[in-house]
C-alpha cells in the first residue's frame, strides 16, 4: 500500500450542479489546465460531459486536443495560451475556441484560418491591469478595427471579449471591470458583436454577482478548492474533491509511522502544522520525513489502516491546511509529489 489521492467524483459532479446553479444564467466554464487542477484530466472531462458541461477551459493547446478528444464534439474547448502558427493550426484541427492577447497572434489566427478554409472562433482579451498577455487598452481601438476586417474577410470571428482579474481585491477588481466594459463599449461600437463577455474566476463568480456577464471561468471552485480567508465550503454549497490517504505502516513502540508519499511535495513543510484523520480522531503529526511522517500512539490505530491527511473524514480541507503553512489551497493539491497515485471513487 502506499499513499493515494482519493478523487470523489460523485462530490464532483455536486460541485458542479452547485456552481452552475449559483452563477446561472451565466454559463460556468469548467477549467482543467494543471491536469484538471491534479485531479486528472481524463476523469474529470468524462465525468463533466456527463453532468451536461458544455463549456471547457483547457489553457493550452495540447490540453485542449486532449480534452476534444476525451469530450467528443459537441462542448466548446476554450484554449488560451497559444505560441503562434502551429499552435493555432493544431488548435483550429480539434475546433478549439481561440483566447487571443495580441495583435501577432491574431494575424496567425487569420493567416492560418484562411490556409485552411475554415473561420476561427476567436476570444479577444483585453489586458485589464494584470498584465498577463491581453491587449493593452492604447493598443485595443487598433486590434478592434483589425478584427473588424478579419470578419468581414471571413477568417475568424470574434465570439467573445474577455480579461482576468486578480480577486485579490475588490478595489482592483472594479477597476479591472470598469475597464473591461469601456474595452466592450468600443469593440461594439466599431462593429464586433460578441455573444460572450467573460471575465471571472472562481471567487468574483461566486460572490459578486456583477462580474458574472455571459460566462465564468472556474476552475477551484469545481474541485472544492475553497479560497483562502474567504468563505467557508458550507457557505459556498461545494465539497472538497480530492483527499489525500496514507497507509500506517507501523505502530509502536513510541509511535505511529505513515506512509505519507510526498516526496518533494509542499506536504514535507508542513510540520507542526499538520493533523491526521484517524481511527482514534484527528492527531498531530509530530514529525515528517522524506516519505513518512509521525503521529502520537494512540488507541485504535493498527498497521493496515488509512489515515486522511487532507480533504475528507474530518481531516483539513486543502485550503484549510493552505491557511496554516500560507498558501493557496490549489498548491496544496498541485505540489503532491508526482508519484502519488490517484484512485477514483463516486
Ligand atoms: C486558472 C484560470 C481560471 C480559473 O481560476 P480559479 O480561481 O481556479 O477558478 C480562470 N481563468 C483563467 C484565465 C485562468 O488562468
Redesign the pocket.
Known sequence: MTAEFIVDLAAFAANVRAVRERVAPAEP?L?V??DA?RHGLAAIVQRAIVEGVSWI?A?DVVTGMAVRELAGAQPRVFT?MLAGPDDVADALSADLDL?VGSSALLEDVATVAAQRGTIARVHLKIDTGLH?NGVRPEDWPAVVARAVELEQDGLLRIVGI?S?IS?ASDSDDDDARVAFDAAVTAARAAGLAPDLL?L????A?FARPEFRYDM????????G?R?TDGPSDAELGLTPVGALHAPVRRVGPVDVIVDAGFTDGLLSTAAGNLHAATAAGRQPVTAIGADTLRLPLAEGIEPGQTVTLFGADGADSATDLAERIGTIG?EVVLRLAPDVPRRYIG
Open positions: 466554464m477549467v489546465k494543471d487542477y477551459g489553457l488560451w483566447g498577463r474577455w482576468h480577486e467573460h471571472a474566476a472562481s471567487a463568480a465564468v471561468r472556474i476552475g477551484a471552485f469545481h474541485y478548492i479560497s490549489e
